[in-house]
């Protein structure tokens, strides 16, 4: 006998938490940290405001601390994002795959998943309750105790309540106990919170350790970059799923208007040429028509600059002498045969402009057309790419700040790629390297990987960066094991290609990889020339100090010779033989 | 503003669809077979059953293949399995998180997700319902034509037929369009069928492919490993919520009861001594004892062998001589005083026996005593290790005939590890390895991976078995690069640490690399053996080559300088300087 059940989401993610990234408790309490603290930033992010987090970890029990390591803590996370809505509060904390972040726009967090798995490792961990106080910055701030329903996926409230918001706070704040392992995490949640402010150099960060410690990560700039904006989905990233989506809810009521309003860069001569090219576009039959369409096209053309540039001026008399002799039983082909130098798209927009071409109220479009309508949306080649308006890469000022601070190097290259896109996301690769400073000398280059500003800690040996720093041939730019690099790699897109829930690392997109090939080569040769001047500056240094040390001997026996007493200055000898102004010297 | 909103599971899975592993079209298609095979095997095993699947993949419209290779497909599987029952059918083909595999029990398929997964997938690039039929064998057969509500997570019933089922069939059959690259996915689909006959060696599967071919994977026995059974939780794998959905569901009054009744291997000494450690055990006050649990008491000893054997004959007045100078306030150290000698384990069963422990109702466990109860049950180290017996391994006779059928190797080597045990669940490690016949000439070792009988291809190089093979000198095992050499390693469990959704990989958890090793390592010492008798054998025929070449030429310059004419037979000098019997020789 086979028996069925059904699950809830909550359920799913509890039974399979290995895949969520919770799978010891020393990887839970890195987790934990990470998904609140990325939540904060979120939050501050899309108000502009430079974020504030503050993150406390006690020791709840310390006698409970067993044998391994582990044990029982309270996590406490402060933020001056925009706060939660009342309403929404039990839920964003007490349900999966509830979220804010289910949008076409860049954010760290995508899965609607990371601050309740979270809370709920917590509550299977030590079965108390979640506390949440939060205000989007009104006259009250409202306070949540609650837990877990994790068989119906729902929160289940203990208490509320609700007090005057006196000092117009504005934020939230979540607490709750969680059995772990900080001593074994700790080096991972510290390089995390490292590597955070290095990409984030706009927030202010402070982490209290169980022991007390205070880590603070300052801000250097209150500079921020432009927020995320959400964006329309791209016509290459369409599916038959998506577009039924879109068919629900649009108020179009043609296929011409549709694709206008509702994909990422497609206009009114976009939407045109691609109807077109997909078979979608009807216009009236030539012999068909009727006199006032006539006189409304020869009115468009004849009224329009742009279209008397192409067909000059049209008459009446000169449609209706040709439609006498029409063979096609399409308006374009009709054009066509009467302007045989005049481009399909030119003829097709002056028939639009007319009224004269029809398409289908996308309501009423059949299932095998809408399948069509999708293939044709992946074939057609003239879509103008996504743009990045939506996303919002650090750019180089503040990466630089970034790394300046956090590295201390002697040289640093930084790079911002054009946009690009796969699968109809748009994506922007940042890189940079760095050289000296407090970088390590180590046999391999110290990889730093970033997505949508969150740093990449785990699974290094999968990742698309690793492996495309692993296939360049680093001696052509003179880098040399043990020299102490750094490389940087940040891929922003509105879907980031992570392989696991756990986001510990890309998958193989070859657009995405190119990108990176391309970034890091730029700041390598960047890096190449700083290394190859580096060489001669110490060529010539080396020269300069044959020269220092032989000339006055030479002058003085020189002067010994000539029987004189004061030997010449050689100083403007020395510096003529200088091919570079090195310093200190 | 920000704003908050709910998404389906299946909605979930549509838009992060990389993480069930269907991250591009030729990756989609041979994802979708192995899910639908593997839930065909699932059904036949569970049955017990030799399986036999069929599976028929055909173009649908040459003219819609792409440039790019991309095409659709009509997907076709049949099967012999257990059936769906017909008010099942829609949710187990239309509705993700819905299945039979949610329990402790071995399967190929864990998540719920994979079989409604691909029939999305198809939805979702061709818009075309699926088809199901299933019989459980009864006297219909039940057809449904349905899509997937993917907002709801629901199916759509778009029709449903009953037949009569004349033959008595038994099974399913799934059949859906889809899109996807099979010309690009064939290698890894045609390895995929190969690596799971090789494991499945009582099954039947066919295959034909676009072009007309008919692969056929014939079983070579019919003889079946025993049908992996369901278990209980074992105590080291529970949390705080597995508990509470325990005791929402026993029927147990008391905790001793209770620990019995739903954990594995958990009996009443194990029971009692786990409860006395994590101080859930109440005795009654030995000043307060009522005569009559006095009586009790003595009789209980004395009726029992068991008992006497360490307490001796009690007698009332003993007791309550003692009870009389009675400092303690429980009954376990008040017969500790009495008693010195006998162990307080079998004190607390005299106890028991008597019916003077106590334990709380489940039910009435406050939040912090279940916590501890969780605790103190990872603490316990008395508890026995789980047993094997839900798993289902192939066994060393399956393993060996499926890979002499596959590989025909010159030698092989099987082992069966012991079940061992990570985080509660229970696991098995088969492995083996095989030298020549069709395995190839390689650098590297070829290793097939499974977990609970799914051949594992994709993303090797995370995988914990191939870091274990790395990690080992081959040197030591006269094991040189280049020779045909093929590892399988054979993971079982009741829960495999995949580290994806896609279960491309196992996580590395140290208890199972453990295994891991120790069973390569046997069947490589026994590889050793054979090479290197292989190698004395190579020698010797050697040796012997230049005894038959020199002899015949020795015996004729002896004869002739003997003046004889004939030389004496060098035959029987051969035999006697042969070490070993070598064939052909």
Redesign the interface.
């Known amino acids: 006998m ?8 909550a ?2 993610f ?3 938490r ?2 969520a990234g919770f ?1 010891n408790p020393s990887r839970a309490i890195f987790v934990s940290i990470r998904e609140l603290v990325e939540n904060s930033l979120d ?1 501050a992010d ?1 108000m502009s405001v430079p974020p504030e987090v503050y993150v406390r970890l006690t020791e709840e029990d310390a006698s ?1 601390t ?1 044998e391994s390591g582990n044990g029982v803590y309270r996590l406490l996370i402060m933020d001056n994002g ?1 706060g ?2 009342a309403r ?1 509060i039990p ?2 904390f007490g ?1 999966v ?4 972040n ?1 949008k076409l726009k860049q954010a760290r967090g995508t ?2 998943l990371g601050g309740t798995m979270a809370i709920l490792y917590g ?6 309750p979640v506390l949440v106080k939060s205000s989007t910055g009104g006259s009250k701030v409202y306070e949540f105790k609650m837990m877990i329903d ?2 119906r996926n729902r929160p289940l409230i203990l208490d509320r309540k609700t007090r005057r918001n006196k000092e117009n706070w504005r934020g939230t704040i979540v607490e709750y106990s969680l059995e772990g392992d900080y001593y074994r995490a700790m080096s991972k949640i510290l390089e995390y919170l490292k590597q955070t402010a290095l990409l984030t150099p706009y927030a202010d960060i402070k982490f209290v350790d169980p022991k007390g410690r205070l880590y603070m990560f300052n801000r250097v700039t209150t500079k921020m970059p432009p927020p995320p904006t959400e964006t329309l989905t791209h016509p290459y990233g369409v ?3 998506t577009l ?2 879109i068919i629900r809810v649009t108020e179009s009521r043609n296929l011409l208007d549709f694709m206008r309003k509702h994909f990422h860069r497609v206009g009114q001569g976009t939407s045109l040429s691609f109807l077109d090219f997909a078979g979608f576009i009807r216009t009236p039959d030539p012999k068909r028509l009727k006199p006032e369409a006539v006189a409304r096209l020869v009115e468009t053309n004849n009224k329009s600059k742009k279209f008397r540039k192409f067909f000059g001026r049209i008459t009446e008399e000169q449609i209706k002498v040709g439609l006498k002799k029409a063979k096609s039983q399409d308006m374009i082909a009709f054009l066509k045969s009467i302007f045989p130098n005049v481009d399909r798209t030119i003829i097709l927009r002056l028939l639009a402009s007319s009224g004269l071409v029809r398409t289908k109220n996308p309501k009423k479009l059949k ?2 057309e ?2 069509k309508l999708v ?1 044709m949306m ?2 057609y080649t003239d879509f103008l790419p996504p743009d990045a308006s939506c996303l919002s890469p650090l750019g180089e000022d503040l990466l630089r700040a970034g790394i300046l601070k956090e590295l201390k190097p002697e040289f640093i290259a930084v790079s911002q790629r054009k946009p690009s896109t796969y699968a109809g996301h748009p994506f922007i690769v940042e890189t940079a390297i760095a050289y000296g400073g407090d970088i390590p000398k180590k046999d391999d280059i110290v990889v730093y990987r970033f997505a949508n500003k969150i740093p990449l800690l785990y ?1 290094e ?2 990742d698309v960066s690793i492996r495309v720093i692993r296939s360049i041939n680093w001696r052509r730019y003179k880098v040399a094991s043990g020299m102490p690099i750094a490389i940087l790699v940040h891929l922003c897109s509105t879907k980031v ?5 756990g986001k510990e690392f890309i ?1 193989d997109r070859p657009e995405v990889k190119v990108e990176i090939l391309n970034g890091i080569r730029e700041v390598a040769r960047r890096l190449q020339t700083f290394l190859a001047k580096r060489e001669h500056v110490a060529k010539e240094k080396k020269r300069l100090s044959v020269f220092a040390k032989y000339l006055p001997k030479i002058a003085q026996f020189s002067t010994d010779l000539a029987g004189k007493t004061e030997a010449p200055d050689i100083e403007l000898l020395l510096k003529s033989v200088r091919k570079y102004e090195t310093e200190g010297k």
């Open positions: 086979v028996t069925f059940q059904e699950i809830s989401p359920d799913f509890y039974r399979n290995d895949i799978t939050s899309q409970t067993t925009s939660i809505a929404h839920s964003a349900q795959l509830f979220g804010s289910y899965f609607g509550q299977i961990t030590t079965h108390k994790i068989q599916d038959v799923e039924q989506r299932p095998p809408i399948v293939r992946k074939q699974d040996a999968s290609p992570y392989k696991t829930v998958a």
